[in-house]
Nanobody, 122 residues
Framework: QVHVVESGGGLVQAGGSLRLSCAAS????????MGWYRQAPGKQREPVAI???????DYADSVKGRFTISRDNVKNTLYLQMSSLKAEDTAVYYC????????????????WGQGTQVTVSS
């Protein structure tokens, strides 16, 4: 019913920048939150940056001051501008959306994208 597609990952040198995009589509009545998570090899998936429906944002301490999350509510698209990248930012980055689906009332349902690889070489 809802599709989430990330793009923009790749290989970058330490200190460089990348911009990730996440497009949500389908039977969306409204979006509650959109956020970025990441999972490095051998580690658990962790939140990176979250954007709420009230347009507030929250960042993991490890990315504060380097990453910026933004959102286009008309296009249902989420962005993550990543700067001053470090080797420890290497991970698969996942987009998460929590939405009200058309016809499902007030229930909030969570969807994940397939992930996009970000590799930072030192």
């Amino acid at each position: 019913q809802v599709h989430v597609v990330e793009s923009g990952g790749g290989l970058v040198q330490a200190g460089g920048s990348l911009r990730l995009s996440c497009a949500a589509s389908g039977r969306i009545y409204s979006i509650n939150t959109m956020g970025w998570y990441r999972q490095a090899p051998g580690k658990q998936r962790e939140p990176v940056a979250i954007s709420t429906s009230a347009d507030s944002t929250d960042y993991a301490d490890s990315v504060k001051g380097r990453f910026t999350i933004s959102r286009d509510n008309v296009k249902n698209t989420l962005y993550l501008q990543m700067s001053s990248l470090k080797a420890e930012d290497t991970a698969v980055y996942y987009c998460n959306v929590r939405v009200r689906v058309l016809g499902w009332g007030q229930t909030i349902t969570e969807y994940w994208g397939q992930g996009t690889q970000v590799t930072v070489s030192s």
